[in-house]
């Protein structure tokens, strides 16, 4: 498989809008795509699912998410990362989703402090791969091709391990002056997430979840919301 993250930390980029129509032209291409939702406002998730976001959720197939997936990992439990049931599209039969959470984020402190602590916490070192372990267990299942995720918009300890668990990332952006600077914050951050996943995956061999050996390759920028103008020559 090759997984590709939609990253940028501006909102109102257009990630969620990319991750999905790139997913599903590529379900349409024949490849069979798995789209995560990794940001908290799980708006891919309710692209995909519709009107039927609410029962899901209410359901018993509730706990089939991102978050749940990884959980027996940060809250230090004997129980390894299972395969989660992934949403198979109705209209598109190779697309796939793992659904989102709105409390994913209670993550961050624990993560940021595991990423931190250069695995010197031994109760911490599972944490870094373990959103990869999860993927990787569901694109198995699903005989997936690639796996597209989409990002929250910040530089959250979250995506600073979804981008090293990256074959490559896209980052799409607007033609105005505030993604500009983001793009200039990208610049220096990414680089530096790069380097620590380089430098420590040596520190994580020893983990059961281990930092995967990824590129991290940029792949390009998408610009979305610009108008054509039309100039016309006065003779």
């Known amino acids: 498989m090759k997984?590709?993250?939609i990253f940028n930390h501006k909102g109102g980029v257009s990630k969620t809008t990319t991750t999905f129509h790139l997913g599903w032209k590529?379900?349409?291409l024949g490849k069979k795509v798995l789209l995560v939702d990794a940001d908290p406002q799980c708006n891919l998730t309710g692209l995909m699912l519709g009107e039927k976001f609410d029962d899901y959720y209410n359901?018993?197939?509730?706990?089939n998410n991102i978050m749940d997936g990884v959980k027996p990992t940060f809250d230090g439990r004997p129980i390894p990362i299972k395969v989660v049931e992934c949403v198979q599209s109705p209209d598109n039969k190779n697309v796939y989703?793992?659904?989102?959470?709105m409390d994913l984020s209670q993550f961050e402190p624990t993560l940021g402090l595991a990423l931190n602590s250069n695995n010197a916490v031994?109760?911490?070192q599972n944490l870094p791969g373990s959103f990869y372990s999860l993927i990787e267990l569901c694109a198995q299942q699903y005989d997936i091709d690639y796996v597209l995720i989409d990002m929250n918009p910040g530089l959250s300890s979250i995506n600073q391990s979804l981008f090293m668990s990256s074959d490559g990332f896209i980052v799409p952006m607007n033609p105005d002056p505030f993604s500009l600077m983001a793009l200039k914050t990208l610049t220096k951050v990414l680089p530096r997430w790069k380097k620590w996943a380089e430098n420590s995956r040596g520190l994580f061999d020893e983990a059961t979840y281990r930092l995967p050996n990824c590129e991290m390759q940029f792949l390009g920028a998408i610009m979305q919301r610009f108008n054509l103008t039309r100039f016309v020559k006065l003779s």
Not at 59 to 63: A, F, H
Not at 97 to 101: A, F, I, M, R
């Open 59 to 63: 359901g018993p197939q509730s706990k």
């Open 3 to 5: 997984t590709i993250t």
């Open 26 to 28: 590529l379900g349409q």
């Open 97 to 101: 989703l793992l659904p989102g959470h």
């Open 122 to 124: 031994v109760t911490l």
